[in-house]
């Protein structure tokens, strides 16, 4: 990159700097807050896409037997939960990551509709957006109990925002085609192929894709051509290539898919419309008096729209439409379909009595179902301002403007992100109360599989420590087909030849006497009763024949250690975190239970002092043959490491049978890693003190 072209994309530069400084300064505020607050962000309908990915993925379930909700959201959310999942292995990780992206890829698709309008400097857009994202990714993490106005939609995967993002790139690529086929006469095949597979996509991942692009789009082409300054014949091309593929993707999802039904979440009344419009009519107001800035926002570009429109039409009247080029004809296409966009859906939900609002009346969850309305002014109006300035503004001004915006954008982040301490613990640990609860009941009483509801089955399949996996269920016990897999229910994860034992039931709130009736009448009696929060843990007895509390001396000490990690570096008296995937390749049940326990443990090997450490056990979940378990071993560095030849010794993992031996002593392969230990204050010292190496 020439020079000269470096310092005109500095201010993006730097914008896009600002934009992840503050990203980092809300992953660093959500590993100190609360599990409440972060639920909002790390919960049931967030990790969806995710779990998807592992399930697939990692554990082997096939996608066919997935059951999802009405909108799959698989484009671009599960994409890129998937993707991200690939790269860090952690469920955490992957889900925030995938919300972050989402800001980045709005701010590139208002990029993208800049390049076909032709108005305004790409440069001073991109800062003004990404400038807002900045501000409200640093309100966000300065407010992450705050509900209304509810920022979080933006930064969390698996609601609305990604068909938001899907609305921007196929409007910015119909854009594209309606501007080529009125210059040229008829638009480039890329484009007709990418516009066609994204309305492909988007169809299959929310049948709203409908209201929120096809219908408005085709409305303000329409509109642009009533008042004469748009040929007819421009008018049909993307409509009748859209509506056919939206519509054949979501044939193919409602196929292959298996969402569910819209009458699960719908009225499709008079009364329903009727109690729709009353509650949200009553939200809006309530709102609205208490000033509430995402509403005043939408009220303000409502406005905006309905002003902007007539003053246009006014001229049009005075004027002729000799005055409208091509860049005054796309922007009124762009507002006016971006206007329709949140109008139309609106609509959609009170004319179908959306159960938010019908059963719940919960104002604040159904504003979810309208980004548009609500989110997009704020990327939008700095973006028309942007194209505004383009042409009012001289070149050294608008230069000023951006460098101006592009150093706040930045100073502010790293401001905020200096003030505010790194965590202790990251997010990406995050261990909800009742999955810690079950982690620490699990080795004593062999927990591996139970039932739960909605809300806790997915937190504690994700994120328990000890593979303790939890099936969805509703009230009556029966599966909930809702973002679940149905072999869930049919196929135990660790043995596929039998359906799951249900070793425990979690249940919200203290259980009613028909909860516990019916559980009692499906389980029998539970041995163990614990409550954590509002949830009560029922523990059931297994049967006799697995004998898991009981196990014999072992013959065969075969064992199986993977891990990423082969070498290290760190200092004495640190702590290195090191993941290992354990397998029992032999014949033998483990358990951790009983008179001879096998449990995961390490040593360190000193070969200058010639000392042999040992480390604390790890108990685990019963294992049978040809099952696999990821566990995580926290090997304390001793000072005595130091002191070998050239720092260097060996941390060796392995299983080991209490009272009877080590299992790498009897032919079963250890996993050893290489460690370069440094005296103490002589390597920068982690949070914590602890060196977790990937």
């Known amino acids: 990159m020439s020079r000269r072209r470096l310092r005109e994309a500095a201010p993006e530069i730097l914008a896009w700097l600002g934009l992840a400084l503050s990203l980092l300064v809300l992953f660093f505020r959500l590993g100190d807050a609360r599990a409440p607050d972060v639920h909002d962000w790390v919960n049931g309908d967030t990790l969806g896409g995710t779990a998807v990915a592992i399930d697939v993925l990692r554990d082997g379930f096939p996608i066919s037997g997935w059951h999802f909700s009405i909108a799959p959201f698989c484009v671009p959310d599960l994409l890129l939960a998937a993707l991200f999942w690939e790269v860090t292995r952690s469920p955490v990780a992957a889900t925030l990551l995938a919300g972050f992206s989402q800001v980045a890829l709005i701010i590139g698709a208002l990029l993208l509709i800049r390049n076909v309008v032709g108005l305004g400097e790409r440069r001073l857009q991109a800062v003004l957006t990404l400038s807002v994202a900045s501000l409200i990714a640093l309100y966000s993490a300065r407010h992450l109990n705050v509900r209304l106005p509810d920022y979080s939609l933006l930064f969390a995967p698996q609601n609305h925002v990604g068909s938001l993002i899907n609305m921007l790139y196929a409007l910015g690529l119909a854009l594209w085609l309606v501007r080529d086929e009125v210059e040229c006469g008829r638009g480039r095949r890329a484009v007709y192929l990418g516009y066609a597979a994204l309305c492909l996509a988007a169809g299959a991942s929310n049948l709203m894709f409908l209201d929120e692009m096809l219908a408005p789009f085709t409305a303000a082409l329409c509109a642009a051509a009533f008042l004469g300054f748009m040929p ?36 499709w009344t008079i009364d329903g419309f009727l109690t729709a419009a009353d509650v949200f009519l009553s939200g809006a107001v309530h709102n609205l008096a208490a000033h509430d800035f995402l509403h005043m926002v939408a009220v303000t570009w409502v406005v905006f729209c309905l002003v902007s429109g007539a003053l246009f039409v006014r001229r049009l009247v005075i004027h002729g439409t000799a005055w409208v080029g091509r860049e005054d004809r796309l922007r009124f296409v762009f507002v006016i379909t971006v206007f329709l966009s949140g109008v139309f859906c609106l609509a959609s939900l009170l004319i179908t009595g959306t159960s938010g609002l019908t059963a719940f009346h919960n104002y604040a969850w159904t504003l979810h179902y309208l980004p548009m309305l609500f989110l997009l002014p704020l990327f939008v109006v700095p973006a028309l301002m942007s194209w505004s300035w383009g042409m009012r503004l001289r070149s050294g001004v608008r230069e000023g403007v951006a460098w101006l915006a592009a150093g706040l954008a930045v100073a502010t982040p790293a401001v905020s992100l200096a003030m505010t301490p790194v965590p202790a613990t990251q997010i990406t640990s995050f261990h909800p109360p009742v999955v810690a609860l079950l982690d620490d009941l699990a080795p004593k009483y062999g927990l591996r599989e139970g039932l739960a509801g909605y809300w806790e089955a997915r937190l504690i399949t994700l994120l328990s420590r000890h593979g303790v996996r939890a099936y969805a269920v509703d009230g009556d016990m029966k599966p909930q087909l809702w973002w679940s897999n149905a072999a869930w229910y049919s196929e135990s994860y660790y043995d596929r030849r039998r359906p799951p034992r249900v070793d425990f039931v979690v249940v919200d709130e203290p259980v009613s006497p028909e909860q516990r009736g019916l559980v009692f009448s499906r389980f029998g009696e539970p041995r163990v009763e614990r409550r954590v929060d509002n949830f009560d843990i029922l523990i059931f007895r297994w049967p006799e024949h697995d004998r898991d509390e009981e196990n014999a001396a072992l013959v ?19 702590t290195l975190d090191v993941p290992v995937r354990v397998e029992n390749d032999g014949n033998d049940w483990w358990a951790s239970l009983g008179r001879f326990p096998v449990r995961l443990s390490y040593l360190w090997l000193v070969s200058g002092p010639g000392m042999r450490i040992e480390g604390p056990r790890w108990a685990f979940p019963a294992m049978g ?56 204050g002589q390597l920068p010292v982690c949070a914590g003190g602890r060196r977790t190496v990937r």
Request: one cysteine or more; a negative charge; proline letters at 9%.
């Open 232 to 267: 007819w014949r421009c008018c049909w091309t993307t409509p009748l290539l859209g509506f056919p593929a939206a519509l054949l993707g979501a044939f193919a999802g409602r196929l292959f898919l298996h969402p569910a039904p819209l009458s699960s979440q719908s009225e």
């Open 625 to 680: 043959p040809g099952q696999t378990m990821q566990l995580n071993v926290e090997a304390v560095v001793p000072p005595e490491a130091a002191k070998a030849p050239g720092g260097e010794a060996t941390l060796r993992i392995s299983l080991v049978q209490e009272h009877v031996a080590w299992f790498y002593e009897h032919g079963g392969a250890p996993l050893d890693v290489r460690v370069h230990v440094s005296p103490h």
């Open 556 to 574: 065969n000490f075969s064992q199986s250690l993977r891990s990423s990690i082969h070498e290290a570096r760190v200092e004495a008296g640190q």
